[in-house]
């Protein structure tokens, strides 16, 4: 079997990992930390773009509005939370109107569909809480929300049961080129792979450097956000846009599809690629430019703030293609890479299977269903589910009740979790409005029963990251 | 199901609130747990300090809790425990749910006393890194005295709430070495004896008018910077400085749980976080009552149980009589006042004490705490200092209470007191 080497499990990744799993190939993802989901795919804004922004003819253009038209029946298959929420671009100057009318044309060379101008009063009937100050907008029904880490979850889970090994705590460090394809050195072993696949994400850069002369640099852009209570998830049902002002570019606010109210980014670049600090400056900055858009915006609902890093690639398009024979980039994958990563994914699957001349496999399985999510159930459904594991009866996060049930199945899936963090983007528990204060206990216990392991072992985010420093007796 | 009375949570408050309701006749009533065992938070405070108002004596935390755990026996009170109620629904039905199953109870009357949840490092803005070691203080305490594991071995606490003092001793007697206590506030949030038993006995230094502005490490924290902060409480970054530590303990303050009183209706003060409630401890919502920390957060588990015992009473006395009142005397906070509860004084009601508990919003010396009613003192008390940290109680003796109802306006309020 035609063996394929995978760099990087974010949503790239793991999306190329499931597309190539429709064929037989023996096919491995390898992942530097020491779970799925971890860079830029667990912290971004979660928005499914109509397709507007990208200048007509790039490869960002063509894969969002491509992209954006596949989530609907993804979503279905894949049982990942995603919601058609609308977005707005909003002006705040009678003097810039005719950039959003260039928007609004480039949306249209772009294929994106039923997009609209309203003035001021018809946007704010569509979304009360807009700022007296908005004059226009461009409106764009398609544009949508998606929940991030669980559709990259929903990914892997499907190719890992669709025959995709994952290993993770396995840094690529080395790729050297041998007759017929690759040694590829992770994790202190040895894959050979007849295609490497690079969706190595900020750090493609480095993975390409190491089976390609040609020049590629991959800059980490640092975006902070902040996220509001679920008290506050009324505040806009459509994802806010703004046109970008003398002030550089806007900051946005959209809810997400659990119900809170998600805002920013900030754009920093930065030096190192493992800075995910926030800083006090970024959150200043979108606190005050998302009050530009929602005056009324209510700071003391604020339960978390985080920040994540964008690809950003010199070439200021996606890269995806043959670097050289069996070697394949995809890199630079930036907004909109998220909404983008379904029709990426197939593009490049579809390539690599060209190349390879693989088969499809008969035995392929399209669908994958979520952990059954007690929250959203209705107290019949719970009833059930119960019946049938008395472990969904117990609630572990009170503020996003999550049961014992949704936890245990969260670890024992293929490509399970294996930390707090992974627990917490597989379920939310700890997610809520105490932010893990009332939970960290308890989920700690049941991942060292389940991991077979001891509390004092167990981490946040792996590496270093334990929780506890032993027993007190000791 | 159908029960008299459902009382949720069976912490200090619902305890109280059980065994008085039971001692004032109510016989139909259950306990709603969400933990294996009734106690509630106190299970996990293993110092002393606790019942001397109640108890004459000093006792640890578990077993104050055993004192009306025992109680509650004594009675044969139903304790349904490992259960966690989801709404409570306008129509006063429990739902709730355990490992058997989805319970509905029908309940004539409901008493929250779901205590209260600490302040996460969002709602405080802290910036940094995302790392391990950053743990509200309670929730040290529970890895420490529920679970038996060391949170921490190098420490800088934020906040100096009663649990993050109590931490810092703690900690300190397993081996820790705590840095600095950083209180963003010229006073201390926390009680002063505490202040002297659990840092001053240990040379821990506490410093106000400082935060913590930055939290660095990449899987563990490594260092945090803290600054002194100006009058605006904006920090003065030149009187930054690192502390290597490898723990942050968060106790900056705690907020009532309400998000069942939210299914149910009930309305909360902004002030306190709790429901706004009348003399009987009754909410807007007919026959929904709330004591203890759900109510206000509360510096003595001794004035929780005697707030939630007369809860519990007055919920016996509303399922006999189906009594309640449709009028009420407000009761207003003026003057360095933060707020008082109860909120509202019923027209219709006995002629017993009635207990005003308050907290006022700045440090104070040498003042009177007054209670006007229409304009005219009825009641005062003199105070050498009132802080923030400690709870203020202004009781109204049965022989004024007939008049308090009669009236329109309680104000409570500070006067300075004339030398």
Same mark, same amino acid.
């Given at each position: 079997?035609?063996?394929?080497?995978?760099?990087?499990?974010?949503?790239?990744?793991?999306?190329?990992?499931?597309?190539?799993?429709?064929?037989?190939?023996?096919?491995?993802?390898?992942?530097?930390?020491?779970?799925?989901?971890?860079?830029?795919?667990?912290?971004?804004?979660?928005?499914?773009?109509?397709?507007?922004?990208?200048?007509?003819?790039?490869?960002?253009?063509?894969?969002?509005?491509?992209?954006?038209?596949?989530?609907?029946?993804?979503?279905?298959? %894949?049982?990942?939370?995603?919601?058609?929420?609308?977005?707005?671009v909003l002006c705040f100057d009678d003097s810039q109107t005719d950039r959003l009318r260039a928007l609004y044309?480039?949306?249209?060379?772009?294929?994106?569909?039923?997009?609209?101008i309203?003035d001021g009063?018809?946007?704010?009937?569509?979304?009360?809480?807009?700022?007296?100050r908005v004059v226009a907008a461009l #409106?764009?029904?398609?544009?949508?929300?998606?929940?991030? #880490?669980?559709?990259?979850?929903?990914?892997?889970?499907?190719?890992?049961?669709?025959?995709?090994?994952?290993?993770?705590?396995?840094?690529?460090?080395?790729?050297?080129?041998?007759?017929?394809?690759?040694?590829?050195?992770?994790?202190?072993?040895?894959?050979?792979?007849?295609?490497?696949?690079?969706?190595?994400?900020? #750090?493609?850069?480095?993975?390409?450097?190491?089976?390609?002369?040609?020049? %590629?640099?991959?800059?980490?852009?640092?975006?902070?956000?902040?996220?509001?209570?679920?008290?506050?998830?009324?505040?806009?049902?459509?994802?806010?846009f703004q046109l970008p002002t003398h002030m550089g570019k806007g900051?946005?606010?959209?809810?997400?599809?659990?119900?809170?109210?998600?805002?920013?980014?900030?754009?920093?670049?930065?030096?190192?690629?493992?800075?995910?600090?926030?800083?006090?400056?970024?959150?200043?900055?979108?606190?005050?430019?998302?009050?530009l858009?929602?005056?009324?915006?209510?700071?003391?609902?604020?339960?978390?703030?985080?920040?994540?890093?964008?690809?950003?690639?010199?070439?200021?398009?996606?890269?995806?293609?043959?670097?050289?024979?069996?070697? #394949?980039?995809?890199?630079?994958?930036?907004?909109?890479?998220?909404?983008?990563?379904?029709?990426?994914?197939?593009?490049?699957?579809?390539?690599?299977?060209?190349?390879?001349?693989?088969?499809?496999?008969?035995?392929?399985?399209?669908?994958?269903?979520?952990?059954?999510?007690?929250?959203?159930?209705?107290?019949?459904?719970?009833?059930?589910?119960?019946?049938?594991?008395?472990?969904?009866?117990?609630?572990?996060?009170?503020?996003?009740?999550?049961?014992?049930?949704?936890?245990?199945?969260?670890?024992?899936?293929?490509?399970?979790?294996?930390?707090?963090?992974?627990?917490?983007?597989?379920?939310?528990?700890?997610?809520?409005?105490?932010?893990?204060?009332?939970?960290?206990?308890?989920? %700690?216990?049941?991942?060292?029963?389940?991991?077979?392991?001891?509390?004092?072992?167990?981490?946040?985010?792996?590496?270093?990251?334990?929780?506890?420093?032993?027993?007190?007796?000791? | 199901?159908?029960?008299?009375?459902?009382?949720?949570?069976?912490?200090?408050?619902?305890?109280?609130?059980?065994?008085?309701?039971?001692?004032?006749?109510?016989?139909?009533?259950?306990?709603?747990?969400?933990?294996?065992?009734?106690?509630?938070?106190?299970?996990?405070?293993?110092?002393?300090?606790?019942?001397?108002?109640?108890?004459?004596?000093?006792?640890?935390?578990?077993?104050?809790?055993?004192?009306?755990?025992?109680?509650?026996?004594?009675?044969?009170?139903?304790?349904?425990?490992?259960? !966690?109620?989801?709404?409570?629904?306008?129509?006063?039905?429990?739902?709730?749910?355990?490992?058997?199953?989805?319970?509905?109870?029908?309940?004539?009357? +409901?008493?929250?006393?779901?205590?209260?949840?600490?302040?996460?490092?969002?709602?405080?803005?802290?910036?940094?890194?995302?790392?391990?070691?950053?743990?509200?203080?309670?929730?040290?305490?529970?890895?420490?005295?529920?679970?038996?594991?060391?949170?921490?071995?190098?420490?800088?606490?934020?906040?100096?709430?009663?649990?993050?003092?109590?931490?810092?001793?703690?900690?300190?007697?397993?081996?820790?070495?705590?840095?600095?206590?950083?209180?963003?506030?010229?006073?201390?949030?926390?009680?002063?004896?505490?202040?002297?038993?659990?840092?001053?006995?240990?040379?821990?230094?506490?410093?106000?008018?400082?935060?913590?502005?930055?939290?660095?490490?990449?899987?563990?924290?490594?260092?945090?910077?803290?600054?002194?902060?100006?009058?605006?409480?904006?920090? +003065?970054?030149?009187?930054?400085?690192?502390?290597?530590?490898?723990?942050?303990?968060?106790?900056?303050?705690?907020?009532?749980?309400?998000?069942?009183?939210?299914?149910?209706?009930?309305?909360?003060?902004?002030? !306190?976080?709790?429901?706004?409630?009348?003399? !009987?401890?009754?909410?807007?919502?007919?026959?929904?009552?709330?004591?203890?920390?759900?109510?206000?957060?509360?510096?003595?588990?001794?004035?929780?149980?005697?707030?939630?015992?007369?809860?519990?009473?007055?919920?016996?006395?509303?399922?006999?009589?189906?009594?309640?009142?449709?009028?009420?005397?407000?009761?207003?906070?003026?003057?360095?006042?933060?707020?008082?509860?109860?909120?509202?004084?019923?027209?219709?009601?006995?002629?017993?004490?009635?207990?005003?508990?308050?907290?006022?919003?700045?440090?104070?010396?040498?003042?009177?705490?007054?209670?006007?009613?229409?304009?005219?003192?009825?009641?005062?008390?003199?105070?050498?200092?009132?802080?923030?940290?400690?709870?203020?109680?202004?009781?109204?003796?049965?022989?004024?209470?007939?008049?308090?109802?009669?009236?329109?306006?309680?104000?409570?309020?500070?006067?300075?007191?004339?030398?």
């Open positions: 079997m035609r063996k394929i080497v995978i760099v990087g499990a974010g949503v790239i990744g793991c999306g190329v990992a499931r597309e190539l799993s429709r064929y037989r190939a023996d096919i491995v993802v390898l992942e530097r930390e020491n779970d799925i989901s971890c860079g830029t795919s667990k912290a971004n804004s979660g928005i499914v773009h109509a397709g507007f922004d990208a200048h007509t003819g790039s490869n960002k253009a063509k894969f969002n509005v491509a992209g954006n038209a596949m989530f609907d029946a993804l979503a279905k298959e %894949l049982d990942f939370p995603f919601r058609r929420n609308g977005a707005f044309d480039q949306g249209i060379g772009n294929g994106v569909t039923e997009l609209r309203l009063d018809e946007a704010r009937r569509m979304s009360p809480n807009l700022s007296d #409106y764009a029904p398609t544009s949508g929300i998606v929940s991030p #880490y669980e559709m990259t979850v929903a990914y892997a889970e499907n190719a890992a049961r669709n025959g995709v090994r994952f290993r993770r705590n396995c840094e690529v460090t080395a790729i050297r080129a041998r007759e017929g394809g690759w040694n590829v050195t992770a994790g202190g072993e040895e894959f050979f792979a007849d295609v490497v696949i690079n969706c190595a994400g900020v #750090y493609a850069d480095t993975v390409h450097r190491m089976a390609s002369d040609e020049p %590629l640099q991959v800059v980490a852009r640092k975006g902070e956000y902040v996220l509001l209570d679920k008290e506050c998830g009324g505040l806009t049902d459509q994802t806010l900051i946005l606010i959209a809810p997400t599809t659990h119900g809170n109210i998600l805002v920013g980014p900030t754009a920093t670049d930065v030096e190192d690629k493992r800075d995910v600090d926030t800083t006090p400056e970024g959150l200043r900055t979108v606190i005050d430019k998302a009050r858009s929602v005056p009324q915006l209510p700071t003391r609902s604020i339960i978390t703030q985080f920040s994540g890093l964008r690809a950003h690639c010199d070439r200021n398009d996606f890269v995806i293609g043959w670097a050289r024979e069996g070697f #394949y980039d995809v890199a630079g994958i930036e907004s909109p890479g998220l909404t983008a990563s379904p029709a990426i994914a197939t593009h490049v699957a579809q390539d690599v299977a060209r190349k390879l001349d693989l088969q499809t496999d008969d035995a392929f399985v399209a669908e994958r269903r979520a952990i059954p999510c007690f929250a959203r159930l209705d107290d019949r459904a719970r009833a059930e589910l119960i019946a049938s594991d008395p472990a969904y009866g117990q609630i572990v996060c009170r503020c996003e009740t999550v049961t014992e049930g949704e936890i245990v199945e969260s670890i024992r899936r293929p490509v399970g979790a294996v930390d707090l963090d992974g627990v917490k983007r597989r379920t939310r528990a700890g997610m809520g409005r105490c932010q893990s204060g009332f939970c960290t206990a308890r989920i %700690l216990q049941i991942l060292a029963r389940e991991l077979g392991t001891d509390v004092a072992d167990v981490t946040k985010k792996g590496g270093d990251s334990r929780i506890v420093f032993g027993r007190l007796d000791k | 199901m159908k029960r008299n009375l459902v009382i949720i949570g069976a912490g200090p408050a619902g305890l109280a609130a059980a065994v008085a309701a039971y001692d004032a006749g109510e016989r139909d009533l259950l306990l709603l747990e969400r933990e294996p065992i009734g106690g509630g938070i106190l299970n996990q405070c293993i110092h002393n300090g606790f019942g001397l108002h109640t108890f004459r004596e000093e006792l640890t935390g578990p077993e104050y809790a055993a004192r009306y755990l025992q109680q509650v026996r004594e009675r044969n009170i139903e304790i349904m425990s490992d259960t !966690t109620v989801l709404r409570i629904g306008k129509d006063k039905v429990v739902a709730c749910v355990n490992r058997d199953g989805m319970h509905h109870i029908q309940a004539k009357a +409901i008493i929250l006393a779901c205590g209260c949840r600490e302040r996460p490092r969002g709602a405080i803005n802290i910036a940094g890194a995302r790392c391990a070691g950053v743990f509200s203080a309670g929730t040290a305490q529970k890895l420490m005295n529920t679970e038996g594991y060391m949170p921490g071995k190098r420490v800088v606490i934020l906040g100096s709430g009663d649990i993050g003092l109590i931490m810092a001793r703690r900690m300190t007697f397993e081996g820790a070495k705590v840095e600095a206590v950083v209180e963003l506030m010229p006073y201390s949030s926390g009680l002063n004896r505490n202040i002297v038993q659990c840092l001053q006995d240990f040379d821990i230094p506490l410093l106000f008018s400082h935060t913590i502005v930055q939290i660095n490490g990449e899987d563990r924290v490594r260092s945090v910077v803290i600054a002194q902060v100006d009058e605006q409480r904006n920090p +003065i970054m030149e009187t930054a400085r690192t502390i290597e530590c490898d723990t942050v303990l968060l106790s900056v303050g705690l907020l009532p749980e309400n998000e069942l009183a939210k299914t149910g209706g009930v309305t909360l003060s902004p002030v !306190t976080g709790g429901a706004i409630v009348d003399d !009987t401890m009754m909410t807007d919502q007919d026959g929904v009552f709330a004591c203890g920390n759900v109510l206000h957060v509360h510096d003595l588990v001794d004035f929780v149980s005697q707030e939630s015992a007369h809860a519990g009473a007055c919920a016996a006395k509303y399922i006999r009589d189906r009594a309640s009142s449709d009028a009420y005397v407000d009761v207003r906070a003026s003057g360095g006042v933060r707020y008082v509860v109860p909120q509202r004084i019923a027209t219709r009601g006995d002629d017993v004490e009635i207990s005003l508990k308050m907290r006022v919003a700045n440090v104070f010396r040498n003042v009177r705490i007054v209670a006007r009613l229409d304009g005219q003192e009825i009641v005062a008390k003199r105070k050498q200092v009132v802080t923030p940290g400690e709870m203020e109680t202004l009781t109204l003796k049965p022989s004024v209470v007939a008049q308090v109802r009669a009236g329109r306006t309680l104000e409570v309020t500070l006067e300075e007191q004339s030398v």
